[in-house]
């Protein structure tokens, strides 16, 4: 399979809607600690934007007909799960920051320690860290096993 240097082949890319993509970058960066890989369009008012935080990867794209931020529509769309090795700091961070917490840190049934952020576009994001080794069947789920 023949690689790309600008999109990630192995792992999932989303692309998460903002009014202002130079807006979502600057946020992102002080706030989430994401780091700028490359803009598009206009520079000063790009039209897209790629950010990093260590292994992930995301895709800014500004609002256009037919897609827009939570915020605008009034209610969550999806919710961005980054793993992080230090889950308190990346709160504590966050928090004074001015990020809107949603779930302070804590131990999830299923094994991962996280917290929950709003970001000011209204993007529910989570931030976690793998706190033990768990079946899903030992926390409930029913596990469907693949041909």
Known sequence: MQTNRTVPADIMVPHVVYNDVAEAVTWLTRVFAFAEHFR???PA???GAQMLF?????????ARPGSATPADVGSATQSLTIFV????SHHARAKAAGAKIVEEPHQTEYGEYQYAA???AGHHW???RHARDMSPTEWGATLVKSK
Do not use: K, T
């Open 118 to 120: 709003v970001d000011f």
């Open 54 to 62: 260590q292994n992930a990867c995301i895709m800014l794209r500004e």
């Open 126 to 128: 989570v931030f976690a």
């Open 40 to 42: 598009y369009g206009n």
């Open 85 to 88: 090795p230090d889950v308190d």
């Open 45 to 47: 008012q790009p039209s």
